[in-house]
Every structure is written in C-alpha cells, then in structure tokens.
C-alpha cells in the first residue's frame, strides 16, 4: 500500500525559507511516476505547486517559481519542497501527491507562517 | 493557464438523490480531468481519472463523462458518506490547475 506522509516545521517567519518533506512507501520514487506538491489556504481551494518525475524533470506554477523548488532523495525515498520569501499568504496546509492525477495523498502538513 | 469552473457553487440534495456536478474548462483538456473529494479536515481522494474512469476502490455509484471542455460528474445515490467538496483538476497542460469545487450538503 502506498503512503505519503508529510513533515514540516509547522511555524515559519516571514522572509524565511519553508522546508517540507514527503516520506513515501509502499513504492519506490525512482521507479517512475510523478511526485508532486499541493496546497490548500484555510477554508480555501486547491492550488498546484510543483511536480517533478523520476527523472529529474521539474514544473512549476508560474506563480510560485521563481520562489519553489522541488527534489526526490532517492536514497531516502523522499519528495522535498523548498518555498523562500514566505509571507502570510503562504500559510496553507501543504499536501504531496502521487502521479498526474494525484491518485495517492498525504494527510497533509498546516504550515503558518507568522512573526 | 486553463481556468476550471464548477458548477453549482452549492448543491443541497437528500440521501438517495442523484447528484449532478459540473466542470467547465476554459480551452480544451481533451480526456485528461479528474475529480477528487474532500471531506473536512481530510485530504483530497482521486475519484475519477481520465475524465470517467473510477480510481481504485471508488464505488460503482460515481461516474464521469464528458471530453473536450465540459465535464460532469454524476453519483447515481447519494449515501450520507457522500456530503463533501468535489474538485475537478485537469492534466492536459502545465500548470496544472484546480476547479473552485462544488459543496455538496445534505438537504
């Protein structure tokens, strides 16, 4: 059975960088699918950050870009996520997911961020 | 960017009832749209990849159509487990994008 757990820091600064990790098993993201990042402000919708393959290739919401970036840790079986910049904007609950249609979730980490 | 549209915002219905929800694209996403329902303080669950096949372990009673840019997703009986918010999300193109979700309520 495939799982997806998230971990973060939960409080972050603003100006600081929000640092996330994806712990997946059940299966091994060197074995191919895309891994991918979503978010969800309080009593708002879903919005798409990032995703990357087992390759490598990375993609990006244009809105977040030039402040995201996504990596797999191969050997720890591990999707990364790194936001820089963070504002109170960013406070959202952070979730990975699994493929292009996102057939496997996490439960999703909240992430505020705050002075 | 490909701009989903659900519609209705809100759908009050009894258990029992057939529910009718809608997705509407702003440019074509031929077959790639997929729904996903939320229920509170949960994670999203795929339903429905590829416009109207059922992910695993989904139950009989939902089913999708459409292609193109209009999209529906129908649940045949309402059971009470069923009350959520539904979001549609397209494949076809970076970014991917999101519909705004319909809040399905019990009547």
């Known amino acids: 059975q495939v799982q997806l757990q998230e971990s973060g820091p939960g409080l972050v600064k603003p100006s600081e960088t929000l640092s996330l990790t994806c712990a997946v098993s059940?299966?091994?993201?060197?074995?191919?699918?895309?891994w991918g990042w979503i978010r969800q402000p309080p009593g708002k919708g879903l919005e798409w950050i990032a995703s990357?393959?087992?390759?490598?290739?990375?993609y990006y919401n244009p809105s977040l870009k030039s402040r995201v970036t996504i990596s797999l840790d191969t050997s720890k079986n591990q999707v990364s996520l790194r936001l820089s910049s963070v504002t109170a904007a960013d406070t959202a609950v952070y979730y990975c997911a699994r493929g292009l249609a996102f057939d496997y979730w996490g439960q999703g980490t909240l992430v505020t961020v705050s002075s | 960017e490909i701009v989903l549209t659900q519609s209705p915002a809100t759908l009050s219905l009894s258990p029992g009832e057939r529910a009718t929800l809608s997705c509407r694209a702003s440019q074509s996403v031929s077959s790639y749209l997929a729904w996903h329902q939320q229920k509170p303080g949960q994670a999203p669950r795929l339903l429905i990849y590829d416009a109207s096949n059922r992910a695993t372990g989904i139950p009989a009673r939902f089913s999708g159509s459409g292609s193109g840019t209009d999209f529906t997703l129908t649940i045949s009986s309402l059971e009470p487990e069923d009350f959520a918010v539904y979001y549609c999300q397209q494949r076809s193109n970076w970014p991917y994008t999101f519909g705004q979700g319909t809040k399905l309520e019990i009547k």
């Open positions: 059940g299966y091994s993201i060197s074995s191919g699918y895309y």
């Open positions: 990357i393959n087992h390759f490598g290739s990375t």
